[in-house]
């Protein structure tokens, strides 16, 4: 018989964040105090296991944060940010991106949603704030779960519209960005997040190919599934 296969980091911060999730938003509803006792215990084990996961993770510290992040009623109700970006190429079919100024990771211009703009506004302001390239866009080409693709410790959903290049001249953000620039397929810069995911797709709609959008299938099952 196969021996079990080792957990994962991924999962283990996966499975950390949905019983986070899940505390916080029972907190958020209940008004029972049994029931507050229970999901504060579920929020320690939780807390407990992302430190597992992340090594500069403090439990008890993480619990705290988590404590005074609950809501209440549908305020409350824990749900994952939302996160937008943008795949531009230019005449030359070469990528644009941004080397983030945090981590030093290459990945295409992305942003949290902001309030009060639609999915594809957010889009075009972050590849101006963060390239000063001007877009517009033309199609969303996938949607991405950033926690199961693990360049993300917090739980998000990645919007990744196409846009296509109609003005602007290339610059970085001085806060948000060490470097901007775009690159061929055959020379792309690393470290480049999760780029094994989103790069084909990316190229295929350099190249004008129009397809319907991508998203991550179903996990069978999905707490003992591949984290890819």
Known sequence: MDPTPAVSAVDLLRWA?????VARTGLGF??????????EEVLHVAADIRAAAIEEAE?????ETWMMA?????????????AVAAIVGNERGELLLT????????????????VGYSPSEVAIKEVYEETGIEVEPVQLITVLDGLRLGFSHLPLYSLVF???MVGGELRGHPLETRD?????????????????????????AIDGEVFPCDFDWPRTPPWRGSGA
């Open 17 to 21: 964040e949905t019983l986070s999730a």
């Open 30 to 39: 209940t008004q029972s105090l049994y029931e507050r006792e229970r999901f």
């Open 59 to 63: 439990a008890d510290a993480l619990f």
């Open 70 to 82: 609950v809501g209440s009623g549908v305020p409350g109700y824990v749900t994952p940010k939302v």
């Open 99 to 114: 080397q983030r100024a945090d981590s030093g990771w290459w990945l295409y211009p992305v942003g949290w949603a902001d």
């Open 162 to 164: 196409h846009c296509r």
């Open 180 to 204: 901007v620039g775009f690159f061929a397929r055959d020379a792309l810069p690393q470290p480049l997040a999760g780029a094994h995911r989103w790069a084909e797709l990316a190229f295929r």
